[in-house]
């Protein structure tokens, strides 16, 4: 019986969530800004790699959204650049949902076509189950992590629609298998793009960011929001 109770729970959070999701995707769809949940473990590099893609952007004012558990480091940091930067707090949440980015959102000035990242919470668990309005998932992952992680972790690879193994510049120093990391990734998500970068070099960037334009330009791109299954 408990268990019952707690699947219906459960059900109702996510038909809640999507809901909201989809209503935050339309709305930022129709101010002609593509929006990324950006996920990864703790450590990956994810705000290092914003700035990054950011650098390389050409067409789209980028705007940002850092999700913690605590502090505002990255978000005083990205401003420092000049970034349309919003900080979101969950104070214990292992995750951003559709609400808290709804409330942000609505407080943000979209006065330039763009691209809006929304830096989850680090962790490669819970934020792959949560909608929050993205257009796409892109996914983080690092070498020092090692090479087993799409195996470990398989539903933030399988819905992952880019994927960025960064830190590659590491390479020589550590046990990665390369041919391993993929092996787990095709075998879960035949398509994704996966993109080599190094956050010290600045290797590979420019290629994700005139693959996020050309998403964005792309309206078949800018509708493929998906409710939760």
């Known amino acids: 019986m408990h268990d019952v109770l707690k699947v219906n729970l459960m059900a109702n959070i996510h038909d809640e ?20 949940n950006v996920m ?3 450590g990956a590099g994810k705000t290092t790699t914003l700035k990054n893609i950011i650098k390389s ?4 004012k980028p705007y940002v959204i850092e999700g913690d558990i605590e502090s505002d480091i990255d978000t005083r ?18 995750h951003l949902d559709a609400p808290m980015v709804h409330n942000v959102v609505q407080n943000i000035n979209f006065n330039e076509k763009g691209v809006l990242f929304i830096e989850n919470i680090g962790n490669l668990v819970c934020p792959a189950e ?32 880019i994927i960025i193994l960064n830190k590659t510049d ?5 046990n990665f298998d390369e041919e391993f990391f993929m092996k787990g990734i095709r075998a879960l998500n035949k ?26 330009s792309d309206e078949k791109g800018v509708n493929c929001y998906h409710h939760h299954e």
Not at 139 to 151: A, C, Q
Request: with cysteine; net charge negative; aromatic share 12%.
């Open 130 to 161: 949560f909608s929050i309005g993205e257009h796409c998932k892109m996914l983080i992952s690092t070498v020092t992590e090692g090479s087993d992680k799409p195996y470990k972790y398989p539903l933030a690879f399988e819905k992952a629609d």
């Open 170 to 174: 590491l390479i020589p120093y550590l």
């Open 77 to 94: 940091d990205l401003r420092g650049l000049g970034i349309d930067t919003f900080q979101i707090n969950t104070f214990g949440a292992c």
């Open 40 to 42: 990864g473990a703790p």
């Open 191 to 216: 398509d994704v793009p996966v993109f080599k970068v190094s956050g010290v070099t600045g290797e590979g960037f420019p290629l994700v960011a005139e693959w996020i334009e050309k998403k964005a």
């Open 57 to 60: 952007l050409k067409y789209l």
């Open 17 to 36: 969530n999507d809901h909201i999701a989809a209503h935050t995707n339309e709305d930022l769809t129709d101010k002609n800004i593509y929006v990324i």
